[in-house]
């Protein structure tokens, strides 16, 4: 069972501040990594997706992969409190894509307090 | 640009009862999804259509069906509605189911109610 794990949290940080969101997943092959953030109520959306080890970063976010260690993580840097939401890490394992299924974790509610 | 959209966004049934979840996407992708998310479950995938004229089961399949009427539209029918089907569903698209790395696009979703 390919499965991807997240801590629920929440995880409270003070504006300002970063938030290290991590993500581990069991499948080593897996070969792509996404990050989504969903409001309460709305729909995921995209934040940014890495597939190289190493650090991406786009604004205020930076994604982190380890391969070696299964691990992915997001932090987001100057924390605003509209960053307040469940971020969500997805991961396309080893022959996924035309099998249509990327694996989602269950998500890390994140609070950021003013 | 509307991306993905989906009718209705809110629906109470009767234990029984039959409807249709209709989604659509303008984005010209090939491969379209459907998910059910509920609390401390996360996304589970239902059916997923890798390009016009196919359908796959994912995760949670039993007790829905699905059509993908033409490239744009990919609709998911409950049967005989039964309390756990109480979920709200996501339908989701991407360019290409193949190729490296697809990123899906979310729906706003539909919050459905059985009793």
């Known amino acids: 069972q390919k499965e991807v794990e997240q801590n629920s949290g929440p995880l409270s940080v003070p504006e300002g501040a970063i938030a290290s969101l991590n993500c581990t997943y069991s499948?080593?092959?897996?070969?792509?990594f996404f990050w989504y953030r969903q409001y309460s109520g709305k729909s995921p959306e995209l934040i940014m997706f890495i597939y190289s080890n190493g650090d991406k970063e786009d604004g205020r976010f930076t994604a982190q992969l380890n391969k070696a260690s299964q691990y992915v993580s997001l932090l987001i840097r100057d924390s605003q409190p509209s960053d307040s939401a469940t971020y969500l890490c997805a991961v396309w394992p080893e022959g996924g894509g035309s099998q249509g299924n990327l694996i989602f974790g269950k998500g890390t509610k994140l609070s950021v307090k003013p | 640009n509307a991306g993905v959209t989906q009718t209705p966004k809110f629906q109470v049934l009767k234990t029984g009862q039959s409807m249709t979840l209709q989604c659509a996407q303008d984005m010209n992708h090939n491969s379209m999804y459907w998910y059910r998310q509920d609390p401390g479950m996360g996304l589970r995938l239902i059916y997923y259509s890798a390009s016009e004229g196919t359908t796959d089961k994912g995760e949670v399949p039993n007790g829905y069906n699905v059509s993908r009427l033409n490239k744009r539209e990919f609709s998911l029918r409950l049967e005989s509605a039964a309390p756990s089907q109480t979920s709200v569903y996501f339908c989701?698209?991407?360019?290409?189911?193949?190729?490296?790395?697809?990123?899906?696009?979310f729906g706003p979703g539909t919050r459905l109610t059985v009793l």
């Open positions: 989701a698209s991407s360019e290409d189911g193949a190729s490296f790395p697809d990123t899906q696009y």
């Open positions: 499948d080593r092959g897996s070969q792509s």
